[in-house]
């Protein structure tokens, strides 16, 4: 079994990226990515300070709107809008979920899509699905197809099953992988007989929110497997998958924490400083 370690693979690319920005930096351009959180999620406030120190150590300048609950969708949607024009910004991020008076579907969309670095904006979801190049992709697939790539882990032919159907995860990581030229399996919560999907696959990728959903006899010999979860259970971090056991028959797989996580953040800084690029469209 070998370890698809994201924490180590995110490292290099982000010490990659402090050369990207110096360069734009060389060229008058200061990379900047604005987050914006809205109430108090703890979760929530961990990510956004996260995010922030990592655009820290990159050298990526960072703007952190931190807003009380009960602001208005209205209020949130003129700081976007102000946002959207000022220039200097390249990156514009609303931290999920949304306090629920807030429609998130609306906020998404009125994100300025050359700056929608979540990937979460009609423009940039149409994009992927029509397999065109430009715009931006979601982070967390985007980071799990890196991971696949660094450990050269091949897609094309591959049988691959998709446990989960968010738009953040689930959706765009099958039409990742359709486009990569893998056969795409895609179950959820309805799926009658999940273990009949599993068994057979060459890939497995679960971000379905259940702690220890994929067990050892779900899976072949040799699978490899990527663990999108994130549970907290008795104060510990742990994924979707039985580790401990799975980890005995599978060829590949991710940890949690230190998998796709860090992944997800390095993704958000690429795609950053992709949009800064864009700025003077080197």
Do not use: W
């Not at 959207?84 to 949304?98: A, E, F, R, T, Y």
Request: charged residues 25%.
């Amino acid at each position: 079994m070998t370890l698809l370690d994201g924490k180590k693979l995110s490292s290099q690319i982000r010490e990659n990226l402090k050369d990207e920005v110096l360069k734009l930096k060389n060229k008058g351009i200061e990379p900047c990515l604005a987050v914006i959180l809205v109430g108090e999620d703890s979760a929530s406030a961990t990510y956004v300070s996260s995010k922030a120190k990592a655009c820290e150590q990159c050298g990526i300048k960072s703007l952190v709107y931190r807003l009380d609950t009960n602001t208005t969708q209205n209020e949130l949607l003129a700081l976007i809008n102000t946002l959207n024009h000022d220039d200097s910004v390249d990156g514009i991020l609303v931290q999920l979920p949304l306090p629920k008076h807030i429609n998130k579907d609306i906020i998404l969309e009125s994100i300025n899509f050359n700056k929608d670095v979540d990937g979460f904006h009609p423009f940039n979801v149409g994009n992927l699905s029509l397999n065109l190049k430009g715009g931006f992709l979601p982070c967390t697939p985007l980071g799990v197809m890196k991971i696949l790539d660094f450990y050269d882990i091949k897609l094309k032919g591959a049988d691959v099953v998709v446990i989960g159907t968010s738009n953040i995860v689930g959706r765009p990581m099958a039409t990742m992988l359709l486009n990569a030229d893998a056969s795409v399996s895609i179950c959820h919560i309805y799926t009658k007989d999940l273990k009949a999907y599993t068994k057979n696959a060459d890939i497995v990728i679960v971000a379905a929110g259940c702690p220890k959903l994929i067990k050892e006899d779900m899976i072949k010999e040799g699978a490899v497997i990527i663990d999108v979860g994130i549970n907290r259970v008795d104060g510990k971090i742990i994924g979707d998958v039985d580790f401990e056991n799975v980890s005995k028959k599978a060829s590949f797989i991710t940890p949690v924490p230190g998998g796709v996580g860090p992944m997800t953040i390095a993704m958000l800084l690429e795609n950053t400083i992709k949009s800064a690029k864009n700025r003077i469209q080197l």
